[in-house]
């Protein structure tokens, strides 16, 4: 029954995005039909199928063969840090100090750009996408939404409104490949790296359901990654402001959890004092919070997922907390509890959370294209701000649902 209700759930998702499309005339049911077929192969092969289990299995061990060098780092600067109970500041943030130099490295000598290049050829020839949106669902594989944005400002500045709308849609389901190995210290590796490529696909689907563009053979081109006309800096000290880059991104990000997680325990215990008065009045028992404010909202959708009722009434709390704050205030309250859950329901929630959607994410993607593109530009795509946030929402949700269908 619940697998049933899971294939439901992806149909009424997909439903969603028909009925908020700004020109349903224009989908193009064929492409979104190859699109959902290879996220349905993609989810069947990493999470069901023997040699995919092998290959995230390997590929989340990777991960944490570098995380280990990364903490051997940390030891060596702080010795008294690094020990089997490490805070989450530690143990998940202080690896992208090797991460986001590791990366920088790569595009520095234009390894990655190939390897970027190359796949998303590949994927916009399958998917009968145009050929840049296919390469920056790729990029911001690796890359992120706002850094994705800045390598491709020559193409976004040559681009209508429509397409730079869809872009900005597709940014609010990215994650970045420097904070990956954050994630796994938190949630299970495997699920991590499944749900990555799953996004991108969703992202594409739910882009060019919500905002169909017809795209010209000439405009279908692509810009270089790599301003030529730019000189490189001298390798040691390209490396000295990745560093620092990466410094600034992890107070960035426990800046932000910080502020979110003592904003939202305020907000809570203020939900609490009111409900608990209005109860007492009332001769009720107990009260309420914002969790459970915020859960009521998604719980129809967590039950669409497939998980029973008790289940579902988690997931959707953890989930509404996730779109409010961001996932590393959900990811540091389960990361202790995730692995204790049903296969069904780790996987949707660890595959939920792998993404930058929630609220903080529009006005990065918002401020970023300001930096790039005309105000005429910025201020179409400024318009469209609650159905960026419904793509990212439902990218999430999609990918849930596909992985769901296969872990029982």
């Known amino acids: 029954m619940y697998l049933l209700i899971n294939i439901i759930g992806l149909i009424v998702f997909l439903a969603i995005a028909v009925l908020f499309s700004r020109n349903r005339r224009h989908i193009q049911w064929k492409s979104v039909a190859i699109l959902v077929v290879l996220n349905l192969f993609l989810a069947w092969f990493f999470i069901y199928f023997p040699w995919g289990r092998a290959v995230v299995k390997g590929l989340a061990n990777g991960i944490a063969w570098v995380i280990e060098s990364a903490h051997h780092g940390t030891g060596f600067a702080f010795n008294s840090f690094v020990g089997e109970q490490m805070d989450m500041a530690i143990s998940a943030l202080f690896p992208i100090l090797l ?9 520095y000598f234009n390894i990655l750009p190939r390897f970027i290049g190359a796949i998303g050829w590949l994927l916009a020839k399958v998917t009968r996408q145009p050929r840049f949106e296919s390469f920056f669902g790729i990029e911001m594989m690796f890359l992120g939404n706002t850094e994705a ?6 193409q976004l500045k040559r681009m209508n409104e429509a397409r730079v709308l869809t872009v900005a849609m597709m940014s609010m389901s990215s994650v970045s490949g420097a904070i990956v190995g954050a994630y796994v210290t938190m949630v299970p590796g495997d699920l991590v790296l499944t749900a990555i490529p799953l996004n991108i696909i ?10 169909p563009v017809s795209v010209k ?9 790599r301003n030529e006309e730019v000189e490189r800096q001298p390798f ?3 490396l000295g402001d990745s560093v620092l880059n990466a410094g600034k991104l992890i107070l960035i990000i426990i800046a932000f959890v910080i502020s979110f997680v003592a904003l939202s325990d305020l907000i809570d215990r203020f939900i609490h004092l009111i409900t608990g008065l209005i109860a007492q009045g009332m001769h009720w028992k107990g009260s309420f919070g914002l969790d459970q404010i915020l859960g009521v909202f998604m719980y129809p959708f967590a039950l669409l997922l497939g998980l029973p009722f008790d289940e579902a ?11 409010v704050t961001n996932e590393f205030v959900v990811m540091g309250s389960i990361k202790d509890q995730v692995n204790s859950y049903s296969p069904h329901h780790r996987a949707v929630i660890t595959t939920f959370l792998i993404s930058f959607a929630n609220f903080s994410t529009i006005g990065m993607i918002v401020g970023t294209l300001k ?13 469209y701000v ?6 990212g929402i439902l990218v999430s949700l999609m990918t849930a649902g596909f992985v769901g269908l296969f872990a029982w």
């Open 371 to 383: 930096g790039i593109v005309d105000q005429r530009t910025t201020d179409f795509v400024s318009k």
């Open 236 to 238: 040691f000290s390209f």
């Open 313 to 323: 009434w988690l997931v959707a709390q953890q989930m509404a907390k996730k779109i």
């Open 386 to 391: 609650p159905m960026m946030l419904l793509a």
């Open 202 to 211: 969703n992202a594409i689907i739910v882009a060019s359901i919500l905002n």
């Open 217 to 225: 053979e000439q405009e279908d081109i692509i810009y270089s990654i």
């Open 99 to 107: 991460v986001v130099p590791l990366f920088d490295i790569l595009m």
């Open 149 to 154: 944005l800045a390598v491709s400002s020559e």
